[in-house]
């Protein structure tokens, strides 16, 4: 596609359930991030794909996160038994990701999650 | 552990104005630094990409400076307008085992204002 697309953009769930984000990288780009913005907080990595290589999951705030890549393109991040703290825009992020090239990232809209 | 600062946290000037938004980074070993706009409520816009090796990029009123030597980048906006109300975050990554650039690592922003 044009740019990063994420969905959905607005999510409303109760403590304890699960919830899916989905993230569509541009087309062609290996490099795919996920990213978290709290409240009036700054922007912290989550995790990271490059093509085929073990993801960098370094970011990832608990066991209750995890995210997957499929075919190396759509990425989808799992939150399990949702808490209140986990309430964020989660930010979605590609990059050409070829060694040399700028590395610039282009960012999604983001996924807006309210944990009641 | 790189660790990334902006000041000032929130600036307010009248329109027409220059202005500099400052970053410092704490590892001079980066692989590029990007500069970001973000509006309330949506994703990241980059603005200008810096790779390690140039000084400086321009694009429109906008000119980013890079010393990595001292860890220091600065966004000059000349002759500021409304519209370019928004927070600015810079971040900095570093080459990964791919010989790409590696994750993000932001500064919190500054929140600029510019008024009529």
């Known amino acids: 596609g044009a740019g990063v697309s994420q969905s959905p953009s607005n999510k409303v769930t109760e403590k304890g359930k699960d919830v899916e984000l989905r993230c569509d990288p541009i087309?062609?780009?290996?490099?795919l991030y996920w990213y978290r913005q709290s409240l009036g907080q700054g922007l912290e990595f989550l995790i990271y794909?490059?093509?085929?290589?073990?993801?960098?999951k370094s970011g990832l705030p608990s066991d209750r996160f995890s995210a997957e890549r499929t075919g190396g393109s759509v990425s989808t991040l799992t939150i399990q038994r949702t808490q209140q703290e986990d309430s964020a825009v989660y930010l979605c992020?590609?990059?050409?990701?070829?060694?040399?090239?700028?590395?610039?990232?282009?960012f999604g809209e983001g996924s807006r999650l309210t944990v009641l | 552990k790189q660790e990334v600062t902006q000041i000032p946290a929130a600036l307010s000037v009248p329109e027409g104005e220059n202005l500099v938004l400052n970053c410092s980074f704490t590892d001079s070993a980066i692989y590029n630094l990007q500069w970001f706009r973000q509006d309330p409520g949506k994703g990241l816009t980059s603005l200008l990409l810096i790779q390690s090796s140039q000084r400086e990029q321009t694009s429109g009123r906008l000119n980013a400076s890079l010393d990595k030597s001292s860890g220091r980048s600065t966004l000059y906006i000349a002759a500021s307008q409304p519209g370019d109300s928004a927070t600015y975050l810079c971040a900095v990554s570093h080459f990964d085992h791919t010989g790409t650039a590696s994750k993000l690592t932001f500064g919190t922003g500054t929140r600029l204002q510019v008024t009529l």
């Open positions: 794909f490059q093509g085929n290589s073990a993801p960098d």
């Open positions: 992020a590609s990059s050409r990701g070829l060694a040399g090239n700028t590395g610039e990232l282009f």
């Open positions: 087309s062609g780009h290996t490099a």
